[in-house]
C-alpha cells in the first residue's frame, strides 16, 4: 500500500524518543530511517523491519511506531490487512 494512503488513516501517532547519544547529530543533520510495517484489520500495526543508519535510531523508532494506531482499511470485502513501506526524516 502506498505509504501516503497509509498515513492519511492514522489516527494516533507517537514520536521517537531520540537517544542521548543520537540528539547532538540530530540537531546538525537529517536521519532517515525506511519502515516496512504491516497495518491488520483493525488498525494495529507490526513493525516486520527498519532500515536506518543507526540501530539505535532504529529501536527508537521501531518502539514509538509499534505504538501508532490506524483507522481500518476497508474495501469492498469488508476490513484487510495490509503491508506498507513508511519513510521517517528527522530533520534538524
Do not use: H, Y
Not at 19 to 36: C, G, H, T, Y
Not at 43 to 72: D, H, L, Y
Request: net charge positive; with cysteine; glycine share 4%.
Amino acid at each position: 500500500m502506498n505509504s501516503q494512503f497509509a498515513l492519511a488513516r492514522l489516527k494516533v501517532r507517537v514520536n521517537p524518543v531520540v537517544p542521548p547519544a543520537f540528539q547532538d547529530i540530530a540537531r546538525r543533520s537529517q536521519l532517515n530511517v525506511r519502515v516496512k510495517a504491516r497495518i491488520d484489520e483493525k488498525g494495529e500495526i507490526f513493525v516486520v523491519s527498519t532500515e536506518g543508519e543507526s540501530p539505535m535510531m532504529n529501536t527508537a523508532i521501531r518502539t514509538a511506531i509499534q505504538q501508532w494506531k490506524f483507522s481500518p482499511i476497508v474495501d469492498q470485502t469488508g476490513p484487510r490487512c495490509v503491508e506498507t513501506e513508511i519513510p521517517i526524516v528527522i530533520k534538524p
